[in-house]
């Protein structure tokens, strides 16, 4: 019966060509709604250009561009970059929905093309995705090599505070490049916490292939836009990043064997009681060379390939270093601005500490005053101003579509200078969190994000604040600071430039005299 009728049919539509040519159009008109149905709309933005969309606003991409464009489209709004979909916030409130309400959905990390080879396909932890490995991986890194009692254990953070301590006494009444002092500083704890060489022998070369690393993934390639373009300078920028890969390969691949070499001595000794033991160390407890990438059963032995290990290694070179660095050149800057503040916390160090003896650990709860100026420095230059995340399946916020592999720049920066949230957002003012010490950074006031907050946020935030706390407390208890050439407080050029974070523009110069009763 069935088939007789769509006989019928058949040979309707082909004695009528008119009615065959309006049902082949009503399809192609059903087909084409149905795949351009959303039913909801994008956040507001500017309008794109056929096929590259916004790409020509590319330099507009900072947190300071974007907070100009969010004043113009509001908190949430939504940039198309070629193939891709920005969504940027500015708000406390969509920040909220985005990372404690729907936090899941966002959990993703977006990752270049340079990004995703140079960390060996995604194997480290800051650009997997979020699973059950990221999971594992983070869960082994909080545990093993982030821990504040692990960090309170570090002798490299005090034995390298104490090295600069030295060398800036070495230079008292002539300019010292604070910017460049405290760069080496943090340089020397990552490097020695990783890899556990104190003689820093080797670092110059490692810096080397840091810097070529931080170019590479940040460096614009169209493929990341419009990939059927990829082949317009793919195999130059290829081979830039196959080098930048082998020399790691070549620098961490020895430093491996080494301490595979030193584990099997001790082993073979039945030696467990070594002093100190680096990054390097705990990572290869974990090691197999047939590791398992993946794995959802949760009672499996998790084990680390060496691409895991040395993935996790650059992001601790990564995480680590240029943020704790940049925390403390900012927190050094604004107390210089700030005469007063900086005499408020040269004056708590002489009530908690004395002059007579030199900052400890255990001062460190008690400097108030210090811990409120880092706060509030935090706020004005969080060391990473926009926190990137991409939806893991297609969502909604605030009535906007949100299709899967959106990426999210959460704009930590515009954020904690939003004057809806903040009396004087504009001013330094460490005073703001005296009386109760709220908000906090931890992640739950959605105001102030300096570490992220949910599944993503910062696992090194303890480590990090330890660091910019024993050298803010060392450099201010040690030394009085002046700025030099007569120059005014308000004369300091208080600019950031825009990377992978946001460092002053130009580095913090200041002429030091020591201020302690005891020699060093
Ligand atoms: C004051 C210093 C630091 C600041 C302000 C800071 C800030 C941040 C921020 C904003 C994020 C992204 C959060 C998000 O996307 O929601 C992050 C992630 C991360 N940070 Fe830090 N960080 C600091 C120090 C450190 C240190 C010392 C380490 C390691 C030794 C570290 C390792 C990492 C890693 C591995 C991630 C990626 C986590 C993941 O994706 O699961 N950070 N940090």
Redesign the pocket.
Known sequence: MDDLLLHQALESLQSSPMLFILLFLLIISWFVLFMSRRKLPYPPGPRGWPIIGNMLMMDQLTHRGLAQLAKQYGGLLHLQMGVLHIMVVSSPEVAREI?QVQDSSFAN?PANAAISYLTYDRAD??FANYGPF?RRM?KI?VINL?SRKRAESWASVREEVEEMVRHVATKTSSPVNIGQLVFTLTKNI?YRAAFGSSSHEGQGEFVKILQEFSKLFGAFNMQDFLPWLGWVHAQAFKDRMAKARRSLDVFIDKIIDDHMAKRNTNKAKKDDNEAETDMVDELIAFFSDDAAKESDDPNSTFRLTRDNIKAIIM??MF??TE??AS?IEWTMAELMKSPKDLQKVQQELINVVGLNRRVQETDLENLTYLKCAVKES?RLH???PL???ETAEETSVAGYSFPVGSRVYIN?WAIARDPTAWDEPETFKPSRFLNDGSPDFKGSDFEFL?????R??????Q???Y??EMAVAHLLHCFAWELPDGMKPNELDMNDVFGLTAPKAVQLVAVPSYRLNCPL
């Open positions: 990372l990390r932890m800051a990221w983070r890194c982030f990552t992001d601790v995480g680590g943020t704790v925390v935090l969080p060391p990473i926190l990137l995340h930590a300096p570490f992220g907050s949910g993503r946020s910062c696992p090194g935030m480590l990090g604040l660091g910019v």
